[in-house]
């Protein structure tokens, strides 16, 4: 009798052969690993065998930011810290650092060196120097910076200034973290290049999903006067981002977005992204249809070509019918809105032709109601409906509105009967 014949022998040389077959596949497997691409999901260190002195230092110093850079799309171009960071020894702003001389903010001259289109884009938008002289005011700019802002759609209107004077009540010990935190996203430098890219693009790695998502806007867009983000959320684009965007886009190619990378909108698609037939653009005013912001909202220059490229980006899930239908109860809205603005206006208009209420700013209640009346309720209300949210445009909004109206004629006629006049 053979050995493969004996008892047991065969079931034990089965087994055997498993286990080495198994182990081959192991070891195929390790080595196919071994030698593959990193994980989708796996970020590249460019700046791992770096021996750049700025790199090599600030490894040291501050890790978290080579850290960041390291895995930034313009590191893996090659872009070097001096490329934005150093300057001439007599560049305005410039500081001495380890014997070179270097700008510790990059103003948007250096990001200009490789974004042309994206800073000339950004300098005609309401991002640019109107962000900066809703609270700082015109008086100090210069010549040059003065044209670039009345060349601005928002720089030519000018519809309210009470917003400055809310600053100046409030002093630097507060503004410095309130206002300026936001609109310093246009504050002029002193090279007179304008604006602050970081604001939005994060430093140092300048991600694209970052950029992308609504989290990023909400550093602003938020609260009484412009809850943009809050807004959002409640919104179906918001609700399909917060359920599903997990496993949308984010690093797609600018100008390359689709349905397929954003089944629903976030802010940046909407107002600045490349998507469907609508170019990419840094001026966040150029799709817009009305200035909302304002307390008689009216329309922009060239508001029809604005609304074109909104409903061609509307359009990739949309069709016509519902835009239309949509954009003309969004008018209506809006008119109705100003009606009540300037309801507002005349029933304060006494107190006025009386002299019965100063022309100081917030100096008394009356002041901030009729304030509050239209740069918080009435921007919600508008802002609610074209962003479609229900709870904003009504409860945050129109009620508001209505409440702050029924007060304002009781102030009003209080103050007319005091002064022995007819309410």
Not at 289 to 312: G, H, I
Request: some cysteine.
């Amino acid at each position: 009798m053979s050995i493969f014949e004996r008892p047991g022998t065969r079931t034990w040389l089965i087994g055997l052969i498993g286990v080495i077959v198994v182990a081959a596949l192991i070891l195929v497997i390790l080595a196919i690993s071994s030698g593959s691409e990193p994980a989708a999901d796996q970020k590249v260190d460019a700046l791992a065998n770096s021996n750049n002195e700025c790199v090599v230092c600030h490894r040291k110093t501050t890790p978290g930011i080579v850290e960041q850079y390291g895995h930034s799309t313009m590191a893996g171009a090659e872009v070097e810290c001096e490329d934005c960071h150093q300057v001439a020894v007599d560049y305005p702003g410039a500081e001495e650092h380890e014997g070179v001389y270097i700008l510790a903010s990059p103003t948007t001259a250096m990001c200009e060196d490789c974004h042309q289109a994206e800073v000339d884009q950004y300098n005609a938008s309401r991002h640019a120097i109107p962000s900066y002289v809703a609270y700082a005011g015109a008086q100090a700019l210069d010549e040059n910076l003065l044209a670039m802002y009345q060349n601005i759609p928002e720089g030519s209107y000018n519809p309210d200034r009470s917003r400055n004077e809310i600053y100046h009540l409030e002093g630097p010990e507060i503004t410095r973290f309130a206002c300026e935190a936001c609109h310093n996203i246009g504050k002029p430098a002193e090279d007179g290049s304008v604006g602050q890219c970081q604001k939005c693009h994060l430093r140092h790695e300048f991600s694209l999903e970052q950029v992308r998502k609504p989290e990023t806007c909400n550093a602003c867009h938020i609260g009484p006067d412009h809850p943009q983000f809050e807004i959002y959320t409640e919104s179906p684009h918001g609700i399909a981002y917060a359920t599903g965007g997990d496993d949308w886009g984010w690093d797609t190619e600018p100008g390359m977005l689709t349905v397929q990378d954003f089944p629903a909108p976030t802010c940046a698609t909407c107002h600045i992204s490349g998507f469907g037939g609508t170019a990419t653009t840094h001026d966040v005013g150029e799709r817009l249809t009305w200035y909302l912001f304002a307390p008689v909202s009216e329309r922009r220059p060239a508001w029809q070509d604005n609304q074109v490229r909104m409903q061609t980006v509307c359009g990739e899930c949309h069709n016509e019918v519902w835009l239309e239908d949509f954009y003309a109860d969004g008018d209506a809205l809006v008119e109705k809105v100003n009606a009540w603005v300037l309801e507002s206006r005349e029933i304060i208009k006494p107190l006025q032709d009386n002299g019965l209420i100063t022309d100081d700013p917030f100096d008394e209640p009356i002041d901030f109601v009729f304030f509050e009346l239209w740069h918080h309720w009435g921007r919600t209300a508008k802002f609610g409906a074209w962003m479609q949210g229900p709870d904003y445009t009504q409860w945050h909004g129109a009620y508001e509105m209505l409440s702050d109206l029924a007060e304002l004629r009781e102030m009003v006629d209080g103050k007319l009967e005091a002064a022995g006049l007819e309410p």
